[in-house]
């Protein structure tokens, strides 16, 4: 069974902070695919990163970063100099080699002006 | 424009009415899926489809049904609704193929409310 929790309910900050969002899954296959998406209040789903098993690197882009650490079956989210309009609900989702994407509950991120 | 769609965008039903949440995409992708998002729970999977005329089901089927009889169209039948199935629902589809590496592209989701 392939699972992804997010232990953060909710964070709040002020706008310029920097912001960690958690995320760890549990999964029993080697090969297997980590994803961040965000729903802006609007509501739709924006894909923000996909990540395979194998790749390690960390990745930045722009002020987002990802920190995969497989040691400690973790995929972390920062978002640095954080701005108004990040605050969404953030997902982090596992996938194996198959058709099923397995969502974690979600961080709801608010930033305050 | 590459895009899922998904009609209606928002609905108000009652109990025991049957009702269908259509989902359609233009990118010729072979996978699509159905969710639905509730509070504290995520996104959980309901039904999907690798391809025409092959369905399967998710984490939380019971209460729906699906039909895949045109690549493009992948409809979301609720037949007799329940308040317990007020929620958001995502379609989502993505190019196919056993292991593929692509990404699943989400309709912007349907608001459902079952009086």
Request: proline fraction near 4%; hydrophobic fraction near 30%.
């Amino acid at each position: 069974a392939q699972k992804v929790t997010q232990a953060q309910t909710e964070i709040s900050v002020v706008e310029k902070e920097d912001v960690t969002l958690d995320c760890v899954y549990e999964t029993r296959d080697t090969t297997y695919y980590l994803f961040w998406y965000k729903q802006p209040p609007s509501g739709e789903l924006v894909f923000l990163i996909r990540r395979n098993s194998f790749d390690e690197q960390n990745e930045i882009s722009g002020r987002y970063s990802w920190n995969f650490q497989k040691s400690t079956s973790s995929f972390n989210f920062t978002i640095t100099a954080s701005q108004v309009v990040d605050s969404a609900v953030y997902f982090c989702a596992l996938s194996h080699n198959d058709y099923k994407l397995s969502f974690g509950a979600g961080t709801t991120v608010t930033v305050r002006a | 424009e590459a895009q899922v769609t998904q009609n209606p965008r928002y609905l108000i039903t009652v109990t025991g009415k049957k009702l269908t949440v259509t989902c359609s995409q233009n990118m010729n992708h072979e996978y699509m899926s159905w969710y639905r998002q509730d509070p504290g729970l995520g996104l959980r999977q309901i039904y999907y489809s690798m391809n025409v005329e092959v369905t399967d089901k998710g984490d939380v089927p019971e209460g729906y049904k699906v039909s895949r009889k045109e690549k493009r169209n992948f409809p979301l039948i609720l037949e007799s609704p329940s308040p317990n199935q007020t929620s958001l629902y995502f379609c989502a589809s993505k190019q196919g193929g056993a292991r593929s590496e692509e990404t699943q592209y989400f309709g912007p989701g349907t608001r459902l409310l079952v009086l």
